[in-house]
């Protein structure tokens, strides 16, 4: 099992920046991925960003050249630093990691609020 503790969110204005950050306690040897999925009010669930265990990173395009994913192994950390926020980009962040061999994300942090006022 692997424990996923978000934190970093709040209220933001258009333009600004913001750091999410998620510590992952547990079988960490078994996770071969983290990332960040986004829920807003009304939508479904979609991908933000994720990294693997290698370094390879890929984005969502509503965020790409903004968002910045990173691993941190030593502190078991994986962080998002959101620039140049938009309105559109309030939403509860997730935090999640994908098992090895599984090919999907199988545990999720509690969610944190991100809301950007315009």
């Known amino acids: 099992q692997v424990q996923l503790v978000e934190s970093g969110g709040g209220l933001v204005e258009a333009g600004g920046s913001l750091r999410l950050s998620c510590v992952a306690s547990g079988s960490i040897f078994s996770i071969n991925a983290m990332g960040w999925f986004r829920q807003a009010p009304g939508k479904q669930r979609e991908l933000v960003a994720a990294v693997t265990s290698g370094g390879r990173t890929n984005y969502a395009d509503s965020v790409k050249g903004r968002f910045t994913i990173s691993w941190d192994n030593a502190k078991n950390t994986v962080s998002l630093q959101m620039n140049s926020v938009k309105s559109e980009d309030t939403a509860v962040y997730y935090c999640?990691?994908?098992?090895?061999?599984?090919?999907?994300?199988?545990?999720w942090g509690q969610g944190t609020q991100v809301t950007v006022s315009s």
């Open positions: 999640t990691a994908m098992p090895s061999g599984r090919g999907k994300y199988e545990y």
